[in-house]
């Protein structure tokens, strides 16, 4: 048993840790800044160390004070939960250098799959479907117009050190394709600290698929059904659903099993997804993996029924997680809502501040996974998540129909919040027929 997990984290998902840590019976210590003393993170953790002040960089993403916070604390290992340090592979690096575990996966895995064209390489040589595009880094613009014109415009540039959709761009012909490189290459060297680009034949309008894993080692990987994670808005997902409404029995058997050879490949080990993009006749292609336990790891844990958290940390003592790939039943239907505190009506506009009311929903179905309560003041300083709320039904109508009661049930008083936005969306007829792609938030709310 681990003797301390220190969480290297806040908000929502330091407190996800904390509990799964809690039924475990494992203490833990929680980090904070200055400007989240008053956070429930540390509130629910046995011993609390500030590590500095507001800003992530001075903070959060401070190895050192991390380490300092561990050692002092008696911590054996951290959790990185997700952003931050999660996938830092110099991170993992420090830690054992210390003698403390980090929980996730390898360093060198980390490495592969932060480098995208990498990536594509290894998931192609384990068989996994891979779009057509480039082996290697472009070095000029030439390059990328010949391969261009041999898979076909159009074709998507995407930094190799990128990921989440920044730095990327759409070529639809030869013409355009210098002044795309130029630019995508100048953002990505400013953004990555690295240039390197490769390019993909680009799909107009997929649905990203994504599906959960867990790695035990010696090749052994759990998986645990798909998300459809569709509705994203400038690559932020809002509303994440389990099972996807466009994967069949059939089709899920495909995609699982192509994320099972793919993780397998690598000995994938800890929670990780693999990202896929689904175009409407079902073909499904590679996108990235990620190495980290997920913000939406919640409708994955409805419909399966296990708790990933307490899973991946028995995986990581090297104890039986209590699940063999034969159990890995999926039932019933969860949806998560991201509740945001932006201003939908102003752009999705961040709106930090006091919270003066705040009433949770409840009942039947319904999970609400937030670090905020009445009185507290949302800082600006990091993301705009205030909670997640999950619903579960026996079938994808019920839980819409639970999300519609409990959104109506929630109240946030003094910032603005996505709860409006959410509301729309779950009325909208292509949602609720289960009809969309990732096109669907740039046409219903630009
Ligand atoms: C694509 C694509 C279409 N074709 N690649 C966006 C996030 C980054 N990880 C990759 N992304 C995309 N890659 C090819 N070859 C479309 C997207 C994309 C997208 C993907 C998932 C969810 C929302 C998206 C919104 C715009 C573009």
Do not use: W
Request: include cysteine; charged fraction near 25%; proline fraction near 6%.
């Amino acid at each position: 048993m681990f003797n301390k997990v220190l969480i290297a984290n806040r908000g929502e998902i330091a407190l996800r840790i904390i509990r799964a840590c809690q039924e475990l019976d494992i203490p833990t210590v929680a980090v904070y800044s200055t400007a989240d003393k008053d956070s429930l993170h540390v509130v629910f953790a046995d011993e609390s160390v500030c590590i500095g002040p507001p800003s992530s960089a001075q903070s959060y993403l401070r190895t050192q004070s991390l380490i300092a916070a561990a050692e002092v604390s008696g911590a054996d290992a951290i959790h990185p939960g997700y952003g931050f340090l999660a996938e830092s592979a110099d991170f993992v690096e420090v830690c054992a250098m210390h003698g403390i575990n980090f929980i996730g996966p390898k360093p060198e895995t980390m490495l592969l799959m932060g480098d995208k064209a990498a990536a594509r390489r290894t998931m192609k040589a384990a068989g996994v479907p891979v779009l057509p595009g480039s082996e290697e880094a472009l070095n000029d613009y030439q390059e990328a117009q010949k391969l261009a014109e041999d898979i076909g415009y159009p074709v998507i540039i995407k930094a190799s050190a990128g990921g989440g959709g920044r730095g990327m761009r759409v070529v639809r012909d030869a013409d355009t394709m210098e002044s795309n490189f130029e630019m995508a290459r100048a953002e990505a060297e400013s953004s990555f600290g690295s240039g390197d680009l490769y390019v993909e034949k680009f799909l107009e309008n997929p649905r990203h698929i994504e599906v959960q894993l867990l790695g035990l080692g010696d090749k052994n990987v759990l998986a645990f059904g798909e998300r459809d994670c569709s509705i994203q808005r400038r690559h932020q997902k809002l509303i994440e659903e389990s099972p996807s409404p466009a994967v069949t029995p059939e089709l899920r058997k495909k995609i699982v099993s192509a994320a099972v050879e793919g993780a397998k490949a690598v000995d994938y080990l800890s929670a990780g997804t693999m990202e896929f993009l689904l175009n409407p006749d079902g073909d499904f292609h590679f996108m990235e993996m990620n190495t980290r336990i997920q913000v939406e790891h919640p409708v994955t844990e409805m419909v399966a029924g296990v708790d990933l958290l307490k899973a991946q940390l028995l995986a990581a003592l090297g104890k039986p997680v209590g699940i063999t790939e034969g159990e890995i039943e999926l039932r019933g239907h969860a949806i998560e809502c991201r509740i945001n505190a932006e201003d939908p009506a102003r752009n999705f506009l961040p709106c930090p501040g006091d919270i003066n009311e705040l009433h949770f929903p409840g009942g039947p179905g319904v999970r609400v996974d937030s670090h905020v309560y009445a009185g507290y003041t949302i800082p600006p300083h990091y993301d705009s998540l205030i909670a997640k709320l999950i619903t579960y039904g026996k079938d994808r109508e019920e839980a819409i129909i639970r999300m519609k009661r409990a959104l109506s049930e929630m109240v946030v008083e003094g910032v603005e919040t996505t709860i409006p936005f959410h509301l729309k969306v779950l009325d909208h007829p292509d949602f609720i027929a289960g009809n969309v792609d990732t096109s669907f938030l740039t046409q219903f709310a630009g």
